[in-house]
Structure formats: C-alpha cells, structure tokens
C-alpha cells in the first residue's frame, strides 16, 4: 500500500487526498489569477475612460471598442471568480 488514502464520496466514487490537495491547490491558483485579471482590466477601463468621452480623439472609436472589449473580459472574470467561490463544484478529469 502506498499510503495515499483513498475514500468514496457521496456518489460512491473513489477519491484520493492527492486529488482533492492538488484540485484544491489549482483552484486556489486560478482564482489568484482571474482576481489580478480583473484587477487589471479595471486599471485598463480607468486608463481608457478620459478617451471614451473625447469624440474629437482621432481614436475615439478604437477607444471605445476596446473599453467594451474591456468590460466584457471584466465580467467574464467576474462570473468565473464567483464559480471558484462556490463551496460545491463538480469535476471531471479526462485521462
């Protein structure tokens, strides 16, 4: 025996610590990353926001693409973070 404790869940499948530990351990990882994501798109969104409402910027429409561009990310980050914060999260890992 290697003395990796295996367990079932609550569905009857065969659980490892190492799984749990390392899902866990990614998770805590990916949340780091969007949270800094969203971070700096909010910084991006400030830095564009002067230009979005001066339509005599030669760019200003460039400008503004980007700033919806920019909320977009935001929000998609936003809705991932919120499913990394669950309690409960299904997993499926493909061998």
């Given at each position: 025996m290697t003395g990796i404790q295996?367990?079932?869940?609550?569905?009857?499948?065969?659980?490892?610590e190492i799984d749990l530990k390392s899902f866990s351990t990614?998770?805590?990882l990916i949340y780091d990353i969007?949270?800094?994501l969203i971070i700096l798109f909010n910084e991006c969104s400030q830095f564009t926001k002067d230009d979005i409402n001066d339509e005599?910027?030669?760019f200003y429409g460039t400008v503004k693409f980007d700033n919806e561009k920019i909320k977009s990310y935001t929000t998609k980050s936003e809705e991932i973070v919120k499913i990394l914060l669950r309690n409960r999260m299904k997993v499926v890992f493909f061998g």
């Open positions: 295996m367990h079932h869940d609550s569905n009857g499948h065969m659980e490892s990614a998770r805590k969007f949270t800094d005599e910027n030669l």
